[in-house]
Every structure is written in C-alpha cells, then in structure tokens.
Antibody, heavy 116, light 107 residues
Framework: EVQLVESGGGLVQPGGSLTLSCVGS????????MSWVRQAPGRGLEWVAY????????HYVDSVRGRFTISRDNAENSLYLQMNGLRADDTAFYHC?????????WGQGTLVTVSS | EIVMTQSPATLSVSPGERATLSCRAS??????LAWYQQKPGQGLRLLIK???TRAAGIPARFSGSGSGTDFTLTISSLQAEDFAVYYC?????????FGGGTKVEIK
C-alpha cells in the first residue's frame, strides 16, 4: 500500500521559515516524480511545486518561486519543502503526492499557519 | 494560465441515484484531466486520469468522459461512502490547476 506522511507544519511568524518533510513507502520513491500542493482553509487547491526523480528538474508556481525550495533524499525516501519569507497567504494544509501529473496517492497533509 | 471551473458547487443526491459533475477548462487540456475525491481530514484520492481511465481499485460506478475543454464525472449509483468533495485537475500545462470542487451531499 502506498503511504505518504507529511510533517513539519506549525505556527510561524510572517517572514519566518519552515521546512516540511514527506516520507513515502509502498512504491519506488527513487523512480517517482514528487509534488507538493496546498489547500488553504475555505480556499481552493494550489499546486506548489514538483521535482524530477533525480532532483535535477524542479518547477514552482509563481506565488512561491524564489521563496520555496523543493528537494529530495532518495536514500531516505523523503521529499522536502523549504519555505522562506512566509506570508499570511501561505497559510494552508500542505500535501505531498507521488507524481508530477496526476499522482495516484497523496498524504493527509501538514498544517502551516503564518500569523503574528 | 489555465482556469478550471466546476459546476455545480453543491449537488444534493439521494443514495442510489446518479450524480453528474461538470468541469470546464479555460483552454484545451486535451485528455490530460484527472478527477479526485476528498473526504474531511483526508488527502486526495485519485479516481480518474486521462479523462476516462479509472485508477486502480476504483469501482466501476465512477466514470469520466470528455476532452478538450469540457469534462464530466458520473457516479452511476451513489453509495454512502461517495458523499464527499470532488475536484478536477488539468495536467496538460504548468502550472497544474484544480477546479474549485463540487460537494456531493445527501439529499
């Protein structure tokens, strides 16, 4: 069974930083494109970023480019999202998915709250 | 940037009835469209990809159709576990884009 478990969310002040993690199991992590999407309470879903299996290709939505960095450690079956310069509108549940187009599995998410 | 629009926002259906959900893209996405189900506190569950191909383990009562800009998800006979929010998502272009969702509730 494919499982994705996110962690690292929490409360952070505007302008602060946070790093999210996602551990995958039940599939060949090192062969999989991986993605982050976010879902703000009462708002829609936004695809934040995705990364190639070997980490050499990354794509970001305009609203986070230059502030967020997606990375991975295939030896640890782990995906990361480093978030800098956080703003109130970054407040959301962040979910990881195993794919860059139509992932067939997503985690339950970790909540990031940006507030003073 | 492609905008995905879903209708209706809420659909009230009795168990055993048919539900038809619509999704429209602001420009053609070919057949590069997925449908997901989401229940409270859970992640997204992939139902359909390629506009009409059921994902592994998805019951046959779920079917997808359409191409280009207009797509439909049909649930032929609603079961209790099907009451949830459904999202369409295009993966033809970057950035990927989701629709705003259709909540299927018990009538």
């Amino acid at each position: 069974e494919v499982q994705l478990v996110e962690s690292g969310g929490g409360l952070v002040q505007p302008g602060g930083s946070l790093t999210l993690s996602c551990v995958g199991s039940g599939f060949t992590f090192s062969n999989s494109w991986m993605s982050w999407v976010r879902q703000a309470p009462g708002r829609g879903l936004e695809w934040v970023a995705y990364i190639k299996p070997d980490g050499t290709e990354k794509h970001y939505v305009d609203s986070v480019r230059g502030r967020f960095t997606i990375s991975r450690d295939n030896a640890e079956n782990s995906l990361y999202l480093q978030m800098n310069g956080l703003r109130a509108d970054d407040t959301a549940f962040y979910h990881c998915g195993n794919g860059g187009w139509a992932p067939d599995a997503w985690g339950q998410g970790t909540l990031v709250t940006v507030s003073s | 940037e492609i905008v995905m629009t879903q209708s209706p926002a809420t659909l009230s259906v009795s168990p055993g009835e048919r539900a038809t959900l619509s999704c429209r893209a602001s420009q053609s996405v070919s057949s590069n469209l997925a449908w997901y189900q989401q229940k409270p506190g859970q992640g997204l569950r992939l139902l359909i990809k390629g506009a009409s191909t059921r994902a592994a383990g998805i019951p046959a009562r779920f079917s997808g159709s359409g191409s280009g800009t207009d797509f439909t998800l049909t649930i032929s006979s609603l079961q209790a576990e099907d009451f949830a929010v459904y999202y369409c998502q295009q993966y033809n272009n970057w950035p990927r884009a989701f629709g705003g969702g259709t909540k299927v509730e018990i009538k």
